[in-house]
C-alpha cells in the first residue's frame, strides 16, 4: 500500500526518534523511509524503538542531501508549523494533505518532509515543497514530538487510502503528466535565473524577499508537470537565441 509515499526525515537527531518512525509508518502500512544525514544510524536504539518494523529500518535508505531523497518524486508536502509557514506556498492540515497524496499519485513517488525534533525544516529546505502540512494542536501546548507527527500523518493517509478504495499504492491509474522531479525544478530555476540576468531583470520591490525565492514559490503553487517545464525553459531559449541575434556583432 505504501510503495508511492516516501516520508523524508532531515538531520534527525536522536536514533530513537527514527525506530520509532518506523513503527509508527508500519502501523499504518507505510514502508518507504528516506534519511537525510541522519545522526547516529543505524544503531542499537532505533533497533529497539522500532518493535516489530526493523524491515522499514533494514530497507531505509540513507542520503547526503535532500535534493538526493527527492529525486524523482513528484508531489512534494513539508511539515510545518503554522507559525513558521511560509507566506508564499498554501497550507494545509494533515488529513487534506492526505488526501492529495493519496489522490496525486501519478506514477511518481509523494514525498512528505519532516524536519529535525528542535527547529523542523529550514527556510532552504521548504523550498522543495509545493505546499506545507501543518497539524492543528493546542496553542497553549502546540508541540508534538517526531514520531508522533510521523504516525498522525501516516494515519490520515491509511485512511484516505480506504476512503478511495485502494488495495495498493499503485491501484489509481493517472493518465496525466508527472509531476517534474526536483532535479527538472532545479535546472528551470537556474535557467530562469541566468535569463534574468543577461536581460537585467532585478527586484524592484520594497519587500526585501528575494526575487529568485518568490518566483520559486510561484511556480511551486503552480505544482508544474514536466511537459510545462519544458515548455518553460523552451520560452527562455527562445528568450536567449532572440537577444544574440538582435546583438551587435562582437558584443
Not at 542499537?44 to 529525486?71: H, W, Y
Not at 489509481?172 to 525544478?185: F, K, Y
Amino acid at each position: 500500500m505504501s510503495t508511492s509515499i516516501r516520508i523524508v526525515l532531515v538531520e534527525t537527531s536522536h536514533p530513537g526518534n527514527i525506530g520509532a518512525v518506523a513503527r509508527a509508518m508500519k502501523n499504518m502500512s507505510l514502508d518507504e523511509l528516506v534519511l537525510v544525514n541522519p545522526r547516529q544510524f543505524p544503531h542499537p536504539e532505533a533497533t529497539a524503538r522500532a518493535s516489530g518494523a526493523e524491515d522499514v529500518l533494514t530497507q531505509a535508505r540513507v542520503t547526503d542531501s535532500l535534493s538526493a531523497a527527492l529525486q524523482g518524486c513528484g508531489l512534494i508536502l513539508a511539515s510545518t508549523s503554522r507559525e513558521r509557514g511560509d507566506q508564499y506556498l498554501r497550507v494545509t492540515d494533515a488529513r487534506e494533505a492526505a488526501r492529495r497524496a493519496v489522490t496525486h499519485d501519478d506514477g511518481s513517488p509523494v514525498a512528505i518532509l519532516f524536519g529535525t525534533e528542535r527547529t523542523g525544516l529550514t527556510t532552504e529546505e521548504l523550498r522543495y515543497a509545493h505546499a506545507l502540512l501543518a497539524i492543528p494542536a493546542n496553542p497553549v501546548y502546540p508541540s508534538l514530538n517526531l514520531a508522533m507527527a510521523v504516525q498522525i500523518v501516516a494515519y490520515e493517509i491509511l485512511c484516505a487510502r480506504l476512503e478511495n478504495g485502494q488495495r495498493s499504492a499503485r491501484t489509481i491509474a493517472s493518465s496525466s503528466v508527472p509531476l517534474a522531479d526536483p532535479e527538472e525544478l532545479d535546472r528551470m530555476y537556474a535557467h530562469l535565473a541566468e535569463v534574468l540576468e543577461e536581460i537585467d531583470f532585478r527586484d524592484r520591490t520594497q519587500s526585501g524577499v528575494h526575487l529568485m525565492r518568490r518566483l520559486r514559490r510561484f511556480l511551486q503553487r503552480a505544482e508544474p508537470d514536466i511537459n510545462e517545464v519544458h515548455i518553460l525553459r523552451g520560452i527562455l531559449t527562445a528568450i536567449q537565441q532572440r537577444r544574440r541575434r538582435a546583438m551587435p556583432h562582437g558584443q
